[in-house]
């Protein structure tokens, strides 16, 4: 057992269950408005995932910080030795298009070091995710698999034309 297991399986869990509500709003007529200073579009999913993934990393890790970027505060993360970082809908003009692709980020960082990441697709119900050392992993229908990166110097980039995602297609 790797000492992040509950941190990566309760990432994964929230990442779908967030997924569910962003799916929710999105098979619905849903109001646009623009974010504070001219930041881009935000939507009713954004906000009830944001609130969602915030509660439910605050309750599951009471001593941890979290930055959220539908959050007003998101000053502060040094002040913690673990901090989680979230994106609850990254591609929020990309929802509002009503094309798929868009995504949640929840990650954490443990003494200013990027730790584990899970980016969560609802549309296509893929699930990605990495731990430094134990490599980076892609699930769908299929099932889980490497992806086949390294995650010692790797920065995250997976999407529609990630090589570890069409490869299995």
């Not at 929710?24 to 881009?40: C, I, L, Q, R, S």
């Not at 001593?63 to 979230?86: I, K, L, P």
């Not at 099932?143 to 490869?167: E, K, L, Q, V």
Request: net charge negative; hydrophobic share 40%.
């Amino acid at each position: 057992m790797h000492p992040l297991d509950t941190e990566l399986d309760i990432a994964r869990r929230v990442a779908r269950q967030a997924g569910a509500i962003l799916l929710e709003v999105y098979a619905t007529p849903f109001a646009v408005h623009d974010k504070a200073g001219g930041m881009g579009p935000v939507t009713e999913a954004d906000e009830r995932a944001n609130a969602f993934i915030v509660e439910a990393l605050r309750d599951a890790f009471p001593s941890d910080g979290v930055v959220a970027e539908e959050s007003d505060n998101t000053s502060g993360a040094s002040r913690f030795e673990r901090c989680w970082f979230v994106d609850p809908m990254d591609g929020t003009q990309e929802f509002v298009n009503r094309n798929g692709e868009f995504a949640i980020h929840i990650g954490l960082a443990i003494a200013g070091m990027a730790t584990l990441g899970v980016v969560y697709r609802p549309v296509g119900d893929t699930l990605y995710w990495g731990v430094v050392g134990q490599g980076g992993f892609v699930e769908d229908a299929r099932g889980a698999a490497p992806c086949g990166c390294r995650t010692r110097r790797s920065r995250p980039r997976c999407g529609w034309w990630c090589p570890a995602h069409t490869a299995r297609a």
